[in-house]
């Protein structure tokens, strides 16, 4: 059974959403994901997690599919749009 205080890293949170480490940043940044930064890492309650999953304008974002830019290593300067799909929100691993 999973407990609301569990504290889950982003690669758990990536891997609970089924997207990557850069989307959960990305949500972290600008889809107001509650996080804490305890020794400068990011760090997820599993209750907040549920809770911001739990909202409306964040279903509404999962269902559509993430939309994000971000600057590639090899094209300095050059946005590629990086697109994630997703249409199961329910965290995995809880009931």
Known sequence: MSNPNDVLSLADVAAILGRS?????HYIRHAGLPHAMPAGRYVILRGNLQEWVDRPETREMMLRGDVMLRKTAREPGVN???VETSVSI???GTA
């Open 21 to 25: 480490i850069a989307s959960v940043r």
């Open 80 to 82: 590629q749009l990086d």
């Open 90 to 92: 329910r965290l995995r």
